[in-house]
């Protein structure tokens, strides 16, 4: 169980990384003179790989500073990177639904610039198991013979075929999934009540983050139940499904709200930096793109948290049911709506349709 105090969390980059000590024995101290240009970071999303990017990248920034003698330069390049804010660290974040040709052309691009403050530069890129197919040989001379001082970190939930070639040329670091002790006992070492933390990494499915907003959400639990009572609102009109659909849907804009705490904090903070380094451009389109993203991460992740508990209070009732047949096709009607949300539907549309399907336990 990680008990990582909040002082060494707010020293050390690397203390982001939870969970992950077999990754981190390996990442750190690969930042020196002779530092591997490729890595392939591989695991589920939530499992700290992009923590551990930004916790390399500031280690790769900060070598040639901490070569010269010049630690305060060192731990600016390290503070920095840690937020995504040094101008020699690229993030490269998927636009649509996959990593597309012109998105690859630009790195090709990004990457044959030098670097803006120093001789190394760093590009990371993001989500690479969405990589449209083709692409990957636009960006493999590159990667496997970039410019001097260049290094490239790929992060990818998986190993799809078209990521292959790519990933050979890579070190590979695997990154586990979190359990739910370890990420209890983070958020415990963060201040949280045991019963609350370990009450929001059951529902985070090894996502530090997600557990993080999970347990300062004081409506989790009015919210799981609005979820298991919606068979028992049902009456098979479009009236009733469309009122319930609505009050859902009403609670998951009330639990974006430590979301939008969080990014009010991260805009206040970027304000700060910018001020206190001086570092060219804002960032402010960057953040705002990402916040975006977490956002829609954040109500796929409620509608599949809500899923489950709905599919749960069918399958409770068959235990008692004397005709089991209502309560299966239900929960093979909320899998299948589970399984939609990777097209990233229209949410009032989906949960209207799938309580039009649902059976009444009324």
Known sequence: MNTTSPAEVADDPWADVVGQDAAVAVLRGASGPQAVHAWLFLGPHGSGKRAAARAFAGDLLAHELEAVGDPAGAARARSLARAEQHP?????????????????DEIVRRASRSATEGRRKVLVLDEFHLIAPNVGPKLLKTIEEPP????????ADELPPELVTVASRCVRVDFHPLTDAVVTGRLEAEGIDPARAAEAAS?????????????TDERLALRLAAWRGLPRRLDGTGATAAAAVDELRATIDDAEAPLRVRHEAEVAELAERVERYGQRGSGAGDLDKRQKRETRRFRTDELRMGLS?????????????????????????IHEAAENLVRNPNEELLLLALALRLPSLS
């Open 88 to 104: 020699d660290l690229v993030v490269v974040e998927r636009v649509g639904a996959s990593i597309s040709a012109e998105q690859a």
């Open 203 to 215: 529902f985070a499915g090894g996502d530090l983050d997600r557990a993080r907003l999970l347990a």
């Open 148 to 155: 001097e001082g260049t290094f490239f970190v790929v992060l």
């Open 309 to 333: 508990a709905l599919a749960a209070a069918y399958r409770d009732e068959l235990v008692v049911a004397a005709d089991p047949a209502p309560s299966l096709a239900a929960v093979a009607a």
